[in-house]
């Protein structure tokens, strides 16, 4: 199957600092990609949709201006976690959507904000 | 609104015997129902999906679903349980291409 890279796959950062995750699809193009949170012992939460080259759509809930998403090309979207608090600690997964409307999803990123 | 219903929060069974891992759905229209794969610390890896057609889907590591559109279920089973079946299963609905996941089934498959 197609394969989705997210990095880093590990981070740790002091509270009130950014923090870029991104998402590469590495052998097909992905026109949509999604953005999870996961926390422990839970079930993904869907936070936004971004489509290359327009504005990301986000779920009720989720802060754009906290959760920055860029959808700058079919191969990258990036997730910023601006001025990253304890609370935002959690396992955020991307995943990316083939033209036939499959999706994969990346090895996911660990964010401890300290 | 799309939901998605995994009543076991844990599932136990011995190698070598039968498994079966429950999900309901609720959509609007026809379903699109996958399940998805979780290791400790990883990504989610793609079981299996229904889309249309055949009511039983077979799909990766010996996996299959059935989907029963009268009782709005797609349960995954497997005639043998392995020991590296151990992890968390994910069963997902599609609505307009976004995914709405269950809460999670922890298969602990012992030997």
């Known amino acids: 199957g197609a394969v989705v890279s997210q990095h880093p796959s590990w981070v740790i950062c002091k509270s009130g600092t950014s923090v870029k995750i991104e998402c590469r699809s590495l052998?097909?193009?992905?026109?949509?990609m999604f953005w999870y949170r996961q926390f422990p012992k839970q079930s993904l939460m869907l936070m936004a949709t971004s489509n290359e080259g327009s504005k990301a759509t986000y779920e009720q809930g989720v802060e754009k201006d906290k959760f920055l998403i860029n959808h700058a090309s079919l191969t990258l979207s990036t997730l910023t976690v601006t001025s990253a608090h304890p609370e935002d600690s959690s396992f955020y997964i991307c995943?990316?959507?083939?033209?036939?409307?499959?999706?994969?999803f990346g090895e996911g990123s660990r964010l401890t904000v300290l | 609104a799309q939901s998605v219903a995994q009543p076991e929060d844990q599932v136990n069974v011995a190698e070598g015997n039968p498994l079966t891992v429950k999900c309901t759905y609720s959509v609007s229209g026809n379903p699109y129902l996958f399940w998805y794969v979780q290791y400790p610390n990883r990504g989610l890896q793609f079981l299996l999906k229904?889309?249309?057609?055949?009511?039983l889907v077979k799909g990766s590591y010996g996996f299959e679903a059935e989907f029963n559109k009268s009782q709005t279920s797609f349960h995954l089973k497997k005639p043998s349980a392995l020991v590296s079946d151990s992890a968390l299963y994910f069963c997902?609905?599609?609505?307009?291409?976004?995914?709405?996941f269950g809460s999670g089934t922890k298969l602990n498959v012992k030997p």
């Open positions: 229904y889309i249309t057609g055949d009511n």
């Open positions: 995943s990316g959507s083939t033209n036939t409307g499959e999706l994969f």
């Open positions: 052998d097909f193009q992905a026109t949509t």
């Open positions: 997902a609905v599609v609505n307009f291409n976004k995914f709405y």
